[in-house]
Each structure stands twice: as structure tokens, then as C-alpha cells.
């Protein structure tokens, strides 16, 4: 069961966010708050797995959470689309607690996906959110344009999706219907081109490089 603690700047989409949580069997709902007045005192006292919060990214920006929290909780946001960019480069900071960013108007099933994703450990962006990395024009943007993305194949692309989605060799191996050797062979170059050493490394520099997606 994962522990949630929600908050919101209205009692009408606090209440949306409480019956959504309470709705979900996996989910347990500890805590909620309005306004992020006393949010970090409920945190301390409730110790959520995760904490769902609709709310306009400026407003985190100058309200951070404590350092423990980043340690402690895993953040999913829903943001308006405006705020797209700023939630973007909130998930890139190092010491961010944010590990999911959602559009508010983002489906139930959709929001608990993000929930179990982010609890796993898992960096979640929704597919609106991903398509803001593109410009107006249909040009790449500076993230998508890096040269370390034009270097994943789109099977490489594929895979690491669904590494970032927590499935091992053999299950991978099963859903793209090539074998476990091929998989294992495919995570060495994903690793080696993302410069990272382990699947939680490369899930996360994925994430900050654009290429995960909900």
C-alpha cells in the first residue's frame, strides 16, 4: 500500500485529489492539506510515500521543500501547461523531490500510474508534457536536440522506457519478442551512451534528457 498525502490550493480539487486517492486500492490516503501552510508539518507527522500536489510550479519554486523531504517523499505535480517548462526544470535539479509532472487535467488512472511509478522510484512524465519538449514549430528542443538522444535507437528508446517502467531482462525480452541476449545487449549500449552504471542511472538521466514518457 502506498502512502499519499495530498494537497491543494481549493477545497473542491483537494477534494478531487482525496476521493481519487481513496478510490485506488493501492493507495492509501494519510494526510491532505490546503494550501501548503502547514503541508510540511502534515509531512513530518503523516511520513507519505508520495505527495500529490496541484499547484503552480512558482509557488513550489518559492516554497522548497526541506532537504529530508527529497530523501523521503517522491513529488508528483499536476501543473497547467503554462507551467510545463518550470515543472521540466524542477525535475532536472539534483536535490529535487519532484519525480512526476502531470497536466491538471490528467485522467484518474493516469494520476495513479504517476503515484506507483514515482513511489517505485521512478521518474514520471506525462505524454502532454513530453510533447512540450518540442517547439511550436515542430523543432527539437534544446534537451531533445542533445547529441546523446539522437544516439539511442528507437529500440533503445523503447527499452529504456521499459526499464523506467521497473521491467527486468526477461519481461522485456517477452513484450518486444527478442531474446533475453539481445535485451542484455541493448541495456550495455543504453548504459554506455547515457554514460551511466546502473538502470536507476540511466532511468534518471533519461527522464532529464527527455526520454521517458507516461
Known amino acids: 500500500m502506498i502512502k499519499v498525502l495530498v494537497c491543494a490550493n481549493s477545497r473542491v480539487e483537494l477534494a478531487r485529489l482525496e476521493a481519487l486517492v481513496n478510490s485506488a486500492r493501492s493507495l492509501e490516503l494519510v494526510g491532505s492539506s490546503l494550501g501548503r501552510a ?3 508539518q502534515q509531512l513530518a507527522d503523516t511520513q507519505p510515500d508520495v505527495l500529490l500536489e496541484l499547484s503552480v510550479l512558482d509557488d513550489l519554486e518559492e516554497s522548497r521543500l526541506p532537504d529530508w523531504v527529497a530523501k523521503t517523499v517522491a513529488q508528483v505535480v499536476l501543473v497547467p501547461e503554462p507551467e510545463f517548462s518550470v515543472a521540466l526544470a524542477a525535475i532536472r535539479a539534483a536535490d529535487s523531490a519532484l519525480r512526476g509532472v502531470l497536466p491538471t487535467g490528467a485522467s484518474a488512472r493516469e494520476i495513479q500510474t504517476a503515484i ?3 513511489a517505485a522510484g521512478l521518474f514520471v512524465l506525462h505524454p502532454d508534457v513530453w510533447e512540450h519538449l518540442v517547439t511550436p514549430s515542430g523543432a527539437p528542443s534544446r534537451a531533445s536536440s542533445d547529441p546523446v538522444l539522437q544516439q539511442l535507437s528507437p529500440r533503445e528508446s523503447e527499452i529504456l522506457n521499459l526499464l523506467a517502467a521497473g521491467l527486468g ?6 513484450r518486444l519478442k527478442i531474446s533475453e541476449h539481445t535485451v542484455k545487449f541493448h541495456v550495455t549500449s543504453i548504459f554506455n551512451k547515457l554514460n551511466a552504471s546502473s538502470r536507476a542511472e540511466a532511468v534518471t538521466v533519461g527522464v532529464r534528457r527527455g526520454l521517458i514518457i507516461l
Open 169 to 174: 531482462n526477461k519481461e522485456i525480452a517477452w
Open 116 to 118: 506507483e511509478g514515482a
Open 38 to 40: 502547514d503541508l510540511i
